[in-house]
């Protein structure tokens, strides 16, 4: 049972840590970064996709041993949809994540990246079709925990 508990725990925090990540790099990101800023724009993105990789092993955690059981979950097609959406944020992260990493070299030399304001609206656009994405993730979730879109409703 405890290990049931931590499991779902992690999965919730790193969620949480994945759409704070997030919100951080959003409300960063500007044209005229600060080196500083800069620095906390890859520290989060980082922490972002570490917190995605927990997200999704403690997920297959919770559907294999320590939620409704795999049949439950398998047989909604609402639990697809989560996933699609899940799918769908981690691919319209891969953008700006290569964008960030792009920013190392600069930085460690202790220079901010070069931004062209096209490649910024981009990451930001992105930024912000993750996010809703991460606001989509926990409705379906409760949809399925309730059963909704199977013959258990």
Same mark, same amino acid.
């Given at each position: 049972?405890?290990?049931?508990?931590?499991?779902?725990?992690?999965?919730?925090?790193?969620?949480?840590?994945?759409?704070?990540?997030?919100?951080?790099?959003?409300?960063?990101?500007? !044209?005229?970064?600060?080196?500083?800023?800069?620095? !906390?724009?890859?520290?989060?993105?980082?922490?972002?996709?570490?917190? %995605?990789?927990?997200?999704? =092993?403690?997920? =297959?955690?919770?559907?294999?041993?320590?939620? #409704?059981?795999?049949?439950?979950?398998?047989?909604?097609?609402?639990?697809? %949809?989560?996933?699609? %959406?899940?799918?769908?944020?981690?691919? $319209?992260? /891969?953008?700006?994540?290569?964008?960030?990493?792009?920013?190392? #070299?600069? $930085?460690?030399?202790?220079?901010?990246? #070069?931004?062209?304001?096209? !490649?910024?609206?981009r990451i930001i656009l992105?930024?912000? %079709?993750?996010?809703?994405?991460?606001?989509? =993730?926990?409705?379906?979730?409760? =949809?399925?925990?309730?059963? /909704?879109?199977?013959?258990?409703?």
């Amino acid at each position: 049972m405890w290990v049931s508990a931590i499991v779902a725990y992690l999965h919730y925090l790193s969620f949480i840590l994945c759409f704070g990540a997030l919100v951080l790099e959003g409300f960063t990101l500007t !044209k005229d970064l600060s080196l500083k800023e800069a620095w !906390k724009i890859v520290i989060a993105d980082a922490i972002y996709g570490i917190s %995605a990789v927990v997200v999704l =092993i403690t997920g =297959i955690l919770r559907v294999l041993y320590f939620g #409704k059981g795999a049949d439950y979950y398998l047989h909604n097609p609402v639990f697809y %949809a989560k996933v699609a %959406a899940f799918i769908v944020v981690g691919c $319209l992260s /891969i953008y700006p994540t290569v964008s960030f990493l792009g920013w190392l #070299k600069s $930085l460690l030399r202790g220079e901010l990246p #070069k931004l062209e304001l096209a !490649k910024l609206n981009r990451i930001i656009l992105l930024i912000r %079709a993750e996010l809703v994405g991460f606001i989509l =993730i926990p409705l379906l979730a409760a =949809i399925v925990a309730r059963g /909704i879109g199977t013959n258990l409703a």
